[in-house]
């Protein structure tokens, strides 16, 4: 499974940004999906996660009301729209895919940079 994100960027506090994750390779084998971020001196963490088929999410408590995780099946792609953002969004978000053969994978990361 190959992951790519793309969306990220400067934005004011307050603004919105949508992330994108797009999967190519054995997506067949995909159980779940997460957005994790990771800051400068910080540990990496789960922002939001979405079974693949049921399409079940859940949220980190920083993020719930404001983050929307979903995910198009069809076109093999995850989102994370993100509103009202704060300072403390700021990091380096990574997707990653977790597979039946209990195995997971990682994109490059997408820097996000909320300013005050």
């Known amino acids: 499974v190959e992951l790519v994100e793309s969306g990220g960027g400067l934005v004011r506090a307050g603004g919105s940004l949508r992330l994108s994750c797009a999967a190519s390779?054995?997506?067949?084998?995909?159980?779940?999906m997460a957005w994790y971020r990771q800051a400068p001196g910080t540990e990496r963490e789960l922002v939001a996660a979405?079974?693949?088929?049921?399409?079940?999410?859940d949220y980190a408590a920083s993020v719930k009301g404001r983050f929307t995780i979903s995910r198009d099946m069809a076109k093999k792609t995850m989102y994370l729209l993100m509103n009202r953002l704060k300072p403390e969004d700021t990091a380096v978000y990574f997707c990653?895919?977790?597979?039946?053969?209990?195995?997971?994978?990682w994109g490059q990361g997408t820097q996000v940079t909320v300013s005050s």
């Open positions: 990653n895919a977790y597979t039946m053969e209990k195995r997971d994978y």
């Open positions: 979405i079974t693949y088929g049921g399409g079940s999410t």
């Open positions: 390779g054995s997506t067949f084998s995909i159980n779940a």
